[in-house]
């Protein structure tokens, strides 16, 4: 079946400094992947969707400039949180497949 | 704009007890939906879903739902809960797009 992995699984930066996260379709080709975020004892809630070749489309509320997304193969993928900020300390989650509905295992980011 | 509603927030349940957990959603177009469960410190697993056909979804686990058309409502049922089954559970609607809208989610905690 699809497959979804997410790196790394969990990282810990320095405020002011960037971090990427990975989500690649390991089985399958995907036009399109969608970012979440999870705050602890919270739902997920959708970030933005990654489009192959194009930009994203980001939800509303949600920083373009600070969240970068691209997706430059149709396996990969990429979510840079940019100067990040230790309120930007969440559970980030893609999700892609024709159906979008496989699920990585998410990446545990803390900004300190 | 789709939303989806768990009210129970917490599901404390001893084993063997049957569950049913509410979700509600708001969505005009057609519907397509899901139930999620997290282990704790796991990804989201998919329980089962429903796009169309028999509004009674069979799942893993020995999870059912059934969608209720008039009641926009899909809840999630199991005749027995087991201490494994302690997790959080989500519901959410996939709209067109195959953007995902989750609830807020509900904690079930089974004691043996």
């Known amino acids: 079946g699809a497959v979804v992995s997410q790196h790394p699984s969990w990282v810990i930066c320095k405020s002011g400094t960037s971090v990427k996260i990975e989500c690649r379709s390991l089985d399958f080709q995907a036009t399109t992947m969608f970012w979440y975020r999870q705050f602890p004892k919270q739902s997920l809630m959708l970030m933005a969707t990654?489009?192959?070749?194009?930009?994203?489309?980001?939800e509303q509320g949600v920083e373009k400039d600070k969240f970068l997304i691209n997706h430059a193969s149709l396996t990969l993928s990429t979510l840079t949180v940019t100067s990040a900020h230790p309120e930007d300390s969440s559970f980030y989650i893609c999700?892609?497949?024709?159906?979008?509905?496989?699920f990585g295992s998410g990446t545990r980011l803390t900004v300190v | 704009a789709q939303s989806v509603s768990q009210h129970n927030h917490h599901v404390i349940l001893s084993e063997a007890a049957s569950l049913e957990l509410g979700c509600n959603y708001s969505y005009g177009g057609t519907v397509n939906l899901f139930w999620y469960v997290q282990y704790p410190g796991q990804h989201l697993q998919l329980l089962l879903k429903y796009f169309s056909g028999d509004p009674l979804v069979k799942g893993i686990k020995g999870f059912e739902a059934e969608f209720i058309k008039s009641k926009f409502s899909f809840n999630l049922r199991k005749p027995s809960v087991q201490w494994s089954d302690t997790a959080e559970y989500f519901c959410a609607v996939r709209n067109t797009g195959n953007q995902f809208y989750f609830g807020t989610g509900t904690s079930l905690t089974v004691i043996p």
């Open positions: 999700s892609a497949g024709a159906y979008g509905y496989t």
């Open positions: 990654s489009n192959e070749g194009s930009k994203a489309t980001y």
